[in-house]
């Protein structure tokens, strides 16, 4: 009987690893056979597979997966817009109407906004801080809610507590994507929702060196998105399972050090001259900062900021820094600056990015691992070009 571990420290290393040890191994080899000898399956979805997602290296994964969120079942894919796309497309089906945070992700809100019609899908954008709102976008075919732990790039907390809330009282199936938050800060089943969403290309592997996706949740409906999976053919490679395995153990120490260090950075960057605003849900000046002490357990390695000089002094400062990287994507070991005008909100319109609140002189700040004082030693350098 596989054990039962209660720190999520320790379910990190421990929680889905082979029982007993493969040859005694004590790191998880990697299997990259494309298939496995036929042992008497009776369902096409079992077949050992690469494609189906379901090799060695995938189920330990899964188990993982599914233990740091306390949840019943996950399922590992080729990107974080495979899970998401993939979970969408198998909690709705054409004809059938989706309710989602006014702020996403780029990626998701272009999925919604270019792609839904073509599927038959139909969606409305909800204020995800006022739930009482929410009713009076339901329709007799809503069948779904989705929202995001703390938003890409705004950092926003909705009122996640009344998310499943709602969609229990309604029959809706509840969808958050946690990837800003991760397991560490955030689990969602343990808050009723059905689906938890992950671009694993960030913290959960934090290594900077491949793209996953997961969906963690209800056991019934990971089953659903499974079969989907296998049909639409969003596979995860066995090696990439692997580096992905090997890259979660770490997560608890490295969040635990993005968390303090993200921190420290906001509250210089509040108390700098030539700063607008900050955007982190661990300062008190954040708008639902109590509202994140109760849900989280730390508030991510993840912030933005605004220059009071807007765009031109933004740029002055990025190129004037000489620690982060000037890259896009995020929760990797090393700091990353990026404009999500230019990259994770590029495909949605000016307009739109400004209904939002994503001004092209915004700047993401991914915090990594370096010292917390030489990442604020390099900003305010780079920050005199800009002073007022």
């Known amino acids: ?32 056979s494309a298939m496995f000898e036929y042992a008497g399956e009776t369902n096409y979805h079992d077949l050992k597979y690469i494609r189906l997602n379901n ?25 974080g817009m ?8 198998t909690v709705l089906s054409a004809g059938d109407h989706l309710l989602a945070q006014n702020t996403l992700y780029g990626g998701t809100h272009d999925l919604l906004t270019a792609d839904f019609a073509a599927f038959g899908l139909a969606y409305d954008f909800i204020d995800a801080d006022n739930p009482a709102s929410w009713k009076s976008k339901l329709r007799p075919n809503t069948k779904a809610i989705y929202v995001e732990a703390m938003t ?70 990971i089953e659903k998105i499974r079969h989907k999976l296998n049909h639409l053919g969003g596979a995860l490679d066995p090696h990439a399972c692997f580096l992905l395995h090997r890259g979660m153990k770490t997560l608890a120490v490295r969040l635990r050090q993005q968390n303090e260090s ?4 906001a509250q210089f960057l509040e108390g700098h001259p030539a ?13 639902r900062y109590q509202r994140a002490r109760e849900l989280f357990d730390g508030s991510s390695g993840m912030l933005s900021f605004e220059m009071k000089a807007g765009l031109q002094a933004a740029e ?14 995020l929760g990797g070991i090393e700091t990353l600056l990026t404009r999500p005008a230019l990259t994770s909100h590029a495909g949605m319109s000016p307009p739109d990015r400004r209904r939002v609140g994503i001004t092209d ?5 991914s915090v990594g691992i370096e010292a917390t004082a030489d990442i604020i030693d390099d900003f305010e350098h780079a920050l005199k070009s800009v002073a007022p």
């Open 262 to 265: 993200a921190l420290q950075i």
């Open 275 to 287: 700063i607008a605003k900050v955007n982190y849900p661990g300062l008190e000046s954040h708008p």
């Open 152 to 221: 890409n790039p705004l950092l926003q907390v909705a009122d996640l507590k009344s998310v499943p809330e709602f969609a229990k009282a309604h029959g809706l199936v509840s969808l958050i994507d946690n990837t800003f938050a991760s397991p560490i800060n955030f689990r969602p089943a343990e808050w009723g929702f059905d689906l938890s969403l992950h671009s694993c290309t960030k913290y959960l592997n934090g290594h900077s060196d491949l793209v996953a996706g997961a969906i963690i949740g209800r056991a019934t409906l």
């Open 1 to 32: 009987m596989p054990t039962l571990y209660k720190s999520l420290a320790t379910k990190l290393i421990h929680a889905g690893e082979p029982e007993p040890r493969i040859n005694g191994a004590v790191s998880m080899p990697i299997f990259q």
């Open 316 to 329: 002055r400062f990025m190129k004037n820094t000489t620690l982060p990287i000037i890259a896009p994507s």
């Open 82 to 89: 495979a899970a998401i796309s993939t979970a969408l497309l």
């Open 55 to 79: 090799t060695p290296n995938h189920l330990a994964v899964h188990k993982k997966l599914a233990a740091l969120e306390n949840a019943e079942e996950a399922l590992v894919a080729a990107s």
């Open 361 to 365: 002189g915004l700047i993401r700040l």
